[in-house]
T-cell receptor
Framework: DTGVSQNPRHKITKRGQNVTFRCDPI?????LYWYRQTLGQGPEFLTY????????KSRLLSDRFSAERPKGSFSTLEIQRTEQGDSAMYLC????????????FGQGTRLTVV | GEDVEQSLFLSVREGDSSVINCTYT??????LYWYKQEPGAGLQLLTY?????DMKQDQRLTVLLNKKDKHLSLRIADTQTGDSAIYFC???????????????FGTGTQLKVEL
């Protein structure tokens, strides 16, 4: 296992288009998180899954955003009708479901909306 | 809600020690974390400290925790050019457990190491 994998690494899209990102967590991790990071800021929490269940969503996650983890393994994050303000780095992380265990991050997907 | 604050920038000479500071607000946090982010990359966990500890040392890294003042620091001894990166402190938010919960990050401190 080589760690958390995110695809694509970079995505440029026109305003109004839909985009989908994929995250493959570390295989034995049952928790998966999505964060968004804009330039000069720390990552901000978007949502997380325990197995296939989406347990929490931030109010940053507008109706245009949807995340799934259908089989409790990989996850997808879809943004519909993209806006320029959606331009950011989208980071995925995974961890065990146990107190004190660390979250491992992927390399992120950088989205640019033009 | 939780709020984590850091100074934005630190410049040191190679070989000197670097000290990166962080203040946090959630006194119930059981763990506090330091992450490193190199340009264009994801976050790498450097170290973490349990809230019942005052200090943790890991090779060149020393973490100090002052729970009374809610102050966390990361000291990097013998700083090298490869240490140039953005450093984030983070605390779990929304619960009493550690890594199993979402994290609130500071804005990050950009460390620049000069020759």
């Amino acid at each position: 296992d080589t760690g958390v994998s995110q695809n694509p690494r970079h995505k440029i899209t026109k305003r109004g288009q839909n985009v989908t990102f994929r995250c493959d967590p570390i295989s034995e991790h049952n928790r998966l998180y999505w964060y968004r990071q804009t330039l000069g800021q720390g990552p901000e929490f978007l949502t997380y899954f325990q197995n296939e269940a989406q347990l929490e969503k931030s109010r940053l996650l507008s109706d245009r955003f949807s995340a799934e983890r259908p089989k409790g393994s990989f996850s997808t994050l879809e943004i519909q009708r993209t806006e320029q303000g959606d331009s950011a780095m989208y980071l995925c992380a995974s961890s065990f479901d146990a107190t004190g265990t660390e979250a491992f991050f992927g390399q992120g997907t950088r989205l640019t909306v033009v | 809600g939780e709020d984590v604050e850091q100074s934005l920038f630190l410049s040191v000479r190679e070989g000197d020690s670097s000290v990166i500071n962080c203040t946090y607000t959630d006194s119930s946090s059981t763990y506090l974390y330091w992450y490193k982010q190199e340009p264009g990359a994801g976050l790498q966990l450097l170290t973490y400290i349990f809230s019942n500890m005052d200090m943790k040392q890991d090779q060149r890294l020393t973490v100090l925790l002052n729970k009374k003042d809610k102050h966390l620091s990361l000291r990097i001894a013998d700083t090298q050019t490869g240490d140039s990166a953005i450093y984030f402190c983070a605390e779990p938010s929304g619960g009493l457990t550690g890594g199993g919960n979402k994290l609130t990050f500071g804005t990050g401190t950009q460390l620049k190491v000069e020759l």
